[in-house]
């Protein structure tokens, strides 16, 4: 027995509440996952409060199927969007995987020079004429494995991804305004840790050198129309970047809130113990 299904009910959706947020110049808060554990993903969702979860690629392990249950748990929820974090090798190839699960927004990590910026952008966008970009059409989860989606909606929805860059290397402070110059650009985040390295300091975010670099960074962002992206642990860190004009915030790790958590009230019932 034929049960047709109206192919406008799988319709992929375009919708991109960080771009949208981001458009309208309004604030944005994201959290961080080492998890691609959908059950996360959706307990977040909960809250109501996150416009988007970055899950950190860079550092933690993960298979290409966990990104797309990654991308349907976020689905599920019409506040809230995804972004994931980009090794520098091999960008491209992981952009295009990254995408193709349902995660709309990019943050590239190592950015050192323009061509990186340059590159990374082309990742993000569909070879079509004016884009300069270097994604292919396909057959992916982000468009409803080509059932769900046109051509012309699925390159609609890269055009809304967003493209955020590390600024974390002493090379991409050089070249500072020419990467933020470049058309596609839409947020960057300074690297305290890494910027530390390849300076050869080793030091706490807070030297006063690592302060000074991630002011400039943010007023330089600010100046050039690109939005400045800053990492705290808790609420109350967020109040100093505010009044330089930051209004772009990734709040707590999973893995931390969770060490954080055993580390306190393990200690304190230590003590009633006697331990």
Excluded at 60 to 73: H, I, M, Q, T, W
Aim: charged share 25%; net charge negative; with cysteine.
């Amino acid at each position: 027995m034929s049960r047709p299904v109206d192919p406008k009910s799988l319709r992929k959706s375009t919708h991109n509440v960080l771009r949208e947020r981001l458009r309208d110049g309004k604030p944005t808060i994201g959290t961080h996952l080492m998890s691609v554990w959908p059950a996360m993903v959706e307990i977040i969702g909960y809250t109501g409060v996150m416009d988007y979860i970055e899950f950190s690629g860079e550092d933690a392990p993960y298979d290409l199927a966990s990104l797309e249950n990654f991308g349907r748990a976020v689905d599920l929820f019409d506040h809230m969007t995804s972004m994931m974090k980009i090794e520098q090798v091999p960008k491209e190839w992981l952009a295009s995987k990254a995408n193709g699960s349902g995660i709309q927004n990019l943050l590239f990590a190592d950015t050192r020079t323009i061509n990186d910026a340059q590159e990374a952008v082309a990742a993000v966008r569909h070879e079509t004429p004016g884009q300069n970009g270097v994604a292919g059409a396909g057959w992916k989860r982000d468009v409803g494995y080509g059932i769900g989606a046109t051509l012309e909606e699925g390159v609609k929805q890269r055009q809304e991804g967003v493209v955020a860059l590390m600024i974390e290397k002493a090379d991409a402070i050089e070249n500072l305004e020419g990467i933020l110059a470049i058309d596609g650009v839409d947020m960057i985040q300074f690297g305290p840790s890494d910027y530390s390295v390849t300076k050869g300091l080793y030091a706490d975010p807070e030297h006063a050198e690592i302060q000074k670099v991630q002011k400039h960074v943010n007023e330089t962002a600010i100046k050039m129309g690109v939005r400045p992206r800053v990492e705290i642990f808790h609420f109350e860190e967020a109040k100093p970047y505010m009044d330089a004009g930051v209004i772009d915030f990734c709040i707590g790790w999973d893995t931390r809130i969770v060490y954080d958590y055993c580390k306190e009230q393990g200690e304190e019932l230590a003590k009633l113990l006697g331990m």
